[in-house]
């Protein structure tokens, strides 16, 4: 009773965030259509996959602190954009940023076979490793063009203003389709994914092909998180926060904790994005805002668990 | 023992050598670390005090002749040091610290970032008291100021068009009215959309743009007419249906976010800008 009045209030307010962020202002239709309408998909997007991949990460890995970036195809997808941000190429930086993200990909995947057998704890160091070398190139880029500056913060700390061309919208709605289909996909892996987190000797002894299923969880979030780095910079404690409140109030049952954390992920996001925009005149860095409730959050959590 | 006197000699002759500079070296000059310094310097008719400069100071084209010391966020102090100049000129922001490194080592060092117009006039009153030219500061600020009046009494009683100038794409960020560029645009006659910003520059709202209707467009953010045509929800813009939309090419950035004895020139071409665009209403 009391989960079914916190699920019926968390909607509303979902409207309510919806509502303001679509009104707020009393836009004209053009703004309402052409600005906002897009800056809600992107957000809404951004949100579900980082909160969707954290809930799985954090099964798959068997790991509560993962989440969508710790396998460091963020730093690579961020590296990639900003190279084509520097380069000139501003237009281009999603496909710098999917480049980036398919590399990292690539290279940690590599990283995390021995003798050609793949290992859960090498994918971890893998990515952490790929992480951290990709970040430093970034510090590097930073240092060597201080004069971009607000380019490469945008893409360190989230950026939900961006401006879509005609061209580019289209393109964009098309990946979010496809990364909708990935996230459907995963939707269906849910079971095999709890399974596979009770243990991998458990799951293959039920038929689950741990290693096949491994790989594809793998591959198939990391081209969401590319595309939504790309779009949407990094983001960071959306996909460790959300999953966490969600298995707070829905302990078990990944199929329900996953969809639920995609729903909230979208809604959390854009809340955080509300007060980016409107807590100063100067629009803040988005993931200055989920940093700012997300630690308070986590906190919260660790001393009530 | 004579082997080892021999190689003692080798020695001594390569260290004495290596300690000769490859060129000539310049001491008691001037080392300017600021593109804008180094053109008002230039304007002043000292540019054969300057010793080095930054590979971004480039106006002049004489100044690239000058020893680099390296660029404007990236500075090779042992290079200035090692130049022994008599006055080092720095800008603010990143260079403040820089500033701060050489002054403890008993350099003289001077900081110098004009924000405004009345600030512009004080710093090259400065530099010419600085560099002994007074004179030739006081004739400069003089024709500056005279030029300037020119071009308010030009735009006085005339409509002011509103200017967007965008400086980044991605994220978006304009200039504050505060902003020497801003007070260059309003000199000019023009109505930054803008006018208060948390900073001078700052990042802004595609939705702010779209109401605020600007009827001309500095794009200085490397994007393309194409590109800025085919944003979502800009194509009601005055300047996007009128092709008010200025780039680099149109209107030299050096002109405008400099601030030199050139930003007269800058207002100047604002102004023929905006007289375009009231000629047509």
């Given at each position: 009773?009391?989960?079914?009045?916190?699920f019926?209030?968390?909607?509303l307010?979902?409207?309510?965030i919806?509502?303001?962020?679509?009104?707020?202002?009393?836009?004209?239709g053009?703004?309402?259509l052409?600005?906002?309408?897009?800056?809600?998909?992107?957000?809404l997007?951004?949100?579900?996959v980082?909160?969707?991949?954290g809930?799985?990460?954090?099964l798959?890995?068997?790991?509560?602190?993962?989440?969508?970036?710790?396998?460091?195809?963020?730093?690579?997808?961020a590296?990639?954009?900003?190279l084509?941000?520097?380069?000139?190429?501003?237009?281009?930086m999603?496909l710098?940023?999917?480049?980036g993200?398919g590399?990292?990909m690539?290279?940690?995947?590599?990283?995390?076979?021995?003798?050609?057998?793949f290992?859960?704890?090498?994918?971890?160091?893998?990515?952490?490793?790929?992480?951290?070398f990709?970040a430093?190139?970034?510090?590097?880029?930073?240092?060597?063009?201080q004069?971009?500056t607000?380019?490469?913060?945008?893409t360190?700390?989230?950026?939900?203003g961006?401006?879509?061309g005609?061209g580019?919208w289209?393109?964009?709605?098309?990946?979010?389709?496809?990364?909708?289909?990935?996230?459907?996909?995963?939707?269906?892996?849910s079971?095999?994914?709890e399974?596979?987190?009770?243990?991998?000797?458990?799951a293959?002894?039920?038929?689950?092909?741990?290693v096949?299923?491994?790989?594809r969880?793998?591959?198939?979030?990391?081209?969401?998180?590319?595309?939504?780095?790309?779009y949407?910079?990094?983001?960071?404690?959306?996909g460790?926060?959300?999953p966490?409140?969600?298995?707070?109030i829905?302990?078990?049952?990944?199929?329900k904790?996953?969809?639920?954390?995609?729903?909230?992920g979208?809604?959390?996001?854009l809340?955080?994005?509300?007060?980016?925009?409107h807590?100063?005149?100067?629009e803040?860095p988005?993931g200055?805002i989920t940093?700012?409730?997300?630690?308070p959050?986590?906190?919260?959590?660790?001393?009530?668990? | 023992?004579k082997?080892?006197?021999h190689?003692?000699?080798?020695?001594?002759?390569i260290?004495?050598?290596s300690?000769?500079?490859?060129?000539?070296?310049?001491e008691?000059?001037i080392?300017v670390?600021?593109?804008?310094?180094?053109?008002?310097?230039?304007?002043?008719?000292?540019?054969n005090?300057?010793?080095?400069?930054?590979?971004e100071?480039?106006y002049?084209?004489g100044?690239?002749?000058?020893q680099?010391?390296?660029?404007?966020?990236?500075?090779?102090?042992?290079?200035?040091?090692?130049?022994?100049?008599?006055?080092?000129?720095c800008?603010?922001l990143?260079q403040e610290?820089?500033a701060?490194?050489?002054?403890k080592l008993?350099?003289k060092?001077?900081?110098?970032?004009?924000g405004?117009?009345?600030g512009?006039?004080?710093?090259?009153?400065?530099?010419?008291?600085?560099i002994?030219?007074?004179?030739?500061?006081?004739?400069?600020?003089?024709?500056?100021?005279?030029?300037?009046?020119?071009?308010r009494?030009?735009?006085?009683?005339?409509?002011?068009?509103?200017?967007?100038?965008?400086?980044?794409?991605n994220p978006?960020?304009?200039?504050?009215?505060?902003?020497?560029?801003?007070?260059?645009?309003?000199?000019?006659?023009g109505?930054?959309?803008?006018?208060?910003?948390?900073r001078d520059?700052?990042?802004?709202?595609?939705?702010?743009?779209?109401?605020?209707?600007?009827?001309?467009m500095?794009c200085y953010s490397?994007?393309?007419?194409?590109?800025?045509?085919?944003?979502k929800?800009?194509?009601n813009?005055?300047a996007?249906?009128?092709?008010d939309?200025?780039?680099e090419?149109?209107?030299?950035?050096d002109?405008?976010q400099?601030?030199t004895?050139?930003s007269?020139l800058?207002?100047?071409?604002?102004?023929?800008?905006?007289d375009?665009w009231?000629?047509?209403?």
């Amino acid at each position: 009773m009391k989960r079914q009045a916190l699920f019926l209030l968390w909607l509303l307010l979902s409207v309510a965030i919806v509502m303001l962020y679509l009104g707020l202002g009393t836009p004209d239709g053009n703004i309402l259509l052409q600005v906002r309408l897009p800056r809600l998909v992107l957000t809404l997007f951004a949100g579900m996959v980082l909160a969707g991949i954290g809930s799985i990460y954090q099964l798959m890995l068997a790991n509560p602190l993962a989440e969508p970036y710790i396998l460091g195809i963020s730093s690579g997808s961020a590296l990639g954009s900003i190279l084509a941000g520097l380069s000139g190429f501003i237009l281009l930086m999603p496909l710098g940023g999917f480049l980036g993200a398919g590399l990292t990909m690539l290279l940690v995947w590599h990283l995390a076979h021995q003798n050609g057998r793949f290992d859960k704890s090498r994918l971890l160091i893998a990515g952490v490793i790929a992480g951290m070398f990709f970040a430093a190139c970034i510090s590097l880029l930073m240092y060597l063009h201080q004069q971009d500056t607000a380019l490469i913060l945008g893409t360190l700390m989230g950026n939900l203003g961006r401006i879509f061309g005609q061209g580019e919208w289209y393109f964009f709605l098309f990946l979010v389709g496809l990364s909708l289909a990935i996230l459907a996909y995963l939707f269906y892996c849910s079971h095999a994914i709890e399974i596979m987190g009770t243990g991998d000797l458990y799951a293959s002894s039920l038929g689950i092909d741990v290693v096949q299923l491994r790989r594809r969880i793998f591959i198939l979030s990391s081209i969401v998180i590319g595309i939504c780095v790309s779009y949407a910079g990094i983001i960071g404690f959306t996909g460790l926060i959300v999953p966490h409140l969600v298995r707070f109030i829905f302990p078990s049952g990944q199929k329900k904790i996953y969809l639920v954390s995609l729903w909230s992920g979208g809604v959390f996001l854009l809340a955080c994005d509300l007060l980016a925009k409107h807590l100063l005149t100067l629009e803040l860095p988005v993931g200055v805002i989920t940093a700012f409730i997300g630690c308070p959050v986590f906190v919260l959590l660790l001393r009530k668990s | 023992m004579k082997k080892f006197v021999h190689a003692m000699l080798i020695l001594s002759a390569i260290f004495c050598f290596s300690c000769q500079g490859t060129s000539p070296r310049k001491e008691g000059g001037i080392v300017v670390l600021s593109p804008e310094v180094a053109e008002i310097v230039c304007a002043l008719g000292a540019e054969n005090q300057i010793a080095a400069v930054t590979e971004e100071c480039n106006y002049p084209p004489g100044l690239a002749a000058k020893q680099k010391v390296g660029n404007f966020s990236a500075i090779n102090r042992e290079a200035i040091i090692a130049l022994k100049p008599a006055l080092v000129f720095c800008s603010s922001l990143e260079q403040e610290m820089i500033a701060a490194e050489l002054g403890k080592l008993g350099l003289k060092v001077e900081v110098v970032y004009p924000g405004s117009l009345e600030g512009l006039f004080s710093a090259i009153g400065r530099i010419g008291s600085l560099i002994d030219r007074q004179t030739e500061a006081s004739k400069l600020i003089g024709t500056m100021k005279k030029d300037i009046e020119l071009i308010r009494q030009s735009s006085k009683g005339k409509p002011r068009p509103k200017v967007y100038l965008e400086i980044y794409r991605n994220p978006l960020m304009s200039v504050a009215d505060s902003s020497f560029v801003g007070v260059l645009i309003e000199t000019a006659g023009g109505d930054n959309i803008f006018s208060s910003l948390e900073r001078d520059y700052a990042r802004v709202n595609s939705e702010a743009v779209i109401k605020a209707r600007p009827d001309v467009m500095i794009c200085y953010s490397q994007d393309s007419l194409e590109g800025i045509l085919a944003r979502k929800g800009w194509q009601n813009i005055p300047a996007l249906t009128n092709r008010d939309i200025l780039f680099e090419k149109d209107l030299n950035p050096d002109l405008l976010q400099r601030a030199t004895p050139r930003s007269v020139l800058g207002m100047k071409q604002l102004r023929l800008i905006f007289d375009r665009w009231q000629a047509r209403q």
